[in-house]
């Protein structure tokens, strides 16, 4: 089993920063693609940011240029960066990690329990 544990979220004012930061641990192979995604009541879990095992990163263009996601493999770490904050980054911002637990195994998606972000003045 693996678990994923968020922290960083809070609120802010808009125009300022914060950082998520998220830590997996359990039997774990090989961390593949980890990630942020974000949901607000009453709309579908939506992509923030991925990153590949070899450092590529996808954002939703609604964050592109302000947020950027990173990672530490030797601390089974992902972060998300999250500059000039707006009003509509408010969310339960959701860490995503796909994790082959054994060499045989197929690799499996797993989630965070979520952090609320709330940008507001």
């Known amino acids: 089993q693996v678990q994923l544990v968020e922290s960083g979220g809070g609120l802010v004012q808009p125009g300022g920063s914060l950082r998520l930061s998220c830590v997996a641990s359990g039997r774990i192979f090989s961390l593949n693609t980890m990630g942020w995604y974000r949901q607000v009541p009453g709309k579908e879990r939506e992509l923030a940011a991925t990153?590949?095992?070899?450092?590529?990163?996808n954002y939703a263009d609604s964050v592109k240029g302000r947020f950027t996601i990173s990672r530490d493999d030797a601390k089974k770490t992902v972060y998300l960066q999250m500059n000039s904050l707006k009003p509509e980054d408010t969310a339960v911002y959701y860490c995503?990690?796909?994790?082959?637990?054994?060499?045989?195994?197929?690799?499996?998606?797993?989630w965070g329990q979520g952090s609320q972000v709330t940008v507001s003045s």
């Open positions: 995503y990690a796909n994790v082959r637990s054994r060499y045989y195994e197929d690799r499996n998606d797993y």
């Open positions: 990153i590949t095992s070899g450092g590529s990163a």
